[in-house]
């Protein structure tokens, strides 16, 4: 293995975890209004800040009362010690590879700060998507209750050699997993039959609107929903300000409204939407349920700056119950 990984002692973690394979970047978001000023300056307000759509889903599920979270990541050494800290001071527990070669990906987010706080990326995924095999372990399963994989791992050859590797690995211990397709633009690149044929035993998938029609070619997501529920036991698709659709055996059993919200960075809304999503499946909520609990944390992220939660808190604190 190239690097070294920041691994824990097994005998000292809980079961019931959940893992979380996936990127971890560097964020630098710029908040600007109205249109770019081509070839002069246009005023923004520029943040540097932890991000990655694997660590964001993390981070989100510790914040909606996971009790064990584990992330396995790859990062430059420019930048490992900040991922680490920023990590577990948001309760995470991280499973760090670093890379001596390739410096922390990093994503440029240019955030209109009109009414929809839509985002663009500028996308240098750097030693994210170096993350290989040999960087894994089936003993990274124990004490593990599901898995999560961020798309983003489908988008070079490495890090889908690991993807085949881990979906061995959860086959054998019976480990659900679940997928965030991440990116439509990187999933046109890819092609839809190769990305469908490489997530075959994944158990939930998590597309966004744009992600579950460009999968299925179908230009309603409700439809699009359903189709892809012919292929994954579940589909909850992320419909944003329309809330999102819960899909079994080829049909769509629910529809969640979203919450209000006032948005003032999208960046990171479906991430957690997906962290909060599995914290309630943990917890032994229903789909539906767990749906819900996604489109709460969705419309919290959206009036953030940044991927991630309010480091070193929970939405569920003592005294609340939780779903058993």
């Not at 584990?70 to 430059?76: C, D, E, I, N, Q």
């Not at 420019?78 to 070669?101: F, Y």
Request: charged residues 20%.
């Amino acid at each position: 293995m190239v690097g070294s990984a920041v691994t824990a002692d097994r005998g000292d973690l809980a079961e019931g975890a959940l893992l979380v394979v996936g990127d971890v970047v560097t964020d630098v978001v710029a908040r600007h209004r109205g249109p770019l000023a081509a070839g002069t300056d246009t005023v923004a307000a520029v943040r540097t800040v932890p991000g990655g759509a694997g660590a964001n889903v993390a981070c989100w599920a510790v914040y909606d009362g996971c009790a064990e979270v584990r992330l396995l990541g790859r990062v430059g050494v420019d930048s490992a010690a900040w991922h680490e800290r920023e990590l577990a001071a948001s309760g995470v527990r991280p499973l760090l590879v670093t890379d001596p070669q390739t410096p922390t990906g990093t994503v440029i987010c240019l955030v209109d700060t009109g009414a929809s706080a839509e985002r663009t990326f500028l996308t240098d995924s750097g030693a994210s998507l170096r993350l290989a095999p040999g960087d894994w372990s089936p003993a990274l399963l124990d004490g593990v209750a599901r898995l999560h994989l961020s798309g983003y791992l489908f988008f070079s050859e490495p890090s889908r050699a690991l993807v085949s590797v881990v979906l061995e690995s959860t086959r054998a211990r019976g480990v659900p997993v679940s997928l965030d397709p991440a990116s439509a633009g990187f999933l046109t690149e890819l092609g839809v039959d190769r990305f469908l044929e490489l997530c075959a035993g994944v158990d939930v998938l998590l597309p966004s609107r744009d992600e579950a029609c460009l999968l299925t070619g179908l230009p309603d997501p409700a439809d699009a929903a359903a189709k892809l529920s012919r292929h994954f036991p579940l589909v909850v698709a992320k419909l944003g300000s329309d809330g999102a659709l819960v899909a079994r055996s080829g049909s769509v059993r629910a529809r969640v409204p979203a919450l209000p919200a006032t948005p003032r960075d999208t960046t990171g809304a479906g991430d957690a939407f997906t962290g909060a999503f599995l914290a309630a499946l943990l917890a032994g909520a229903e789909p539906e349920e767990a749906t819900t609990a996604g489109c709460a944390a969705g419309a919290k992220a959206v009036e953030r700056v940044g991927g991630r939660p309010p480091a070193g808190s929970r939405r569920l604190h003592e005294g609340e119950t939780r779903v058993r």
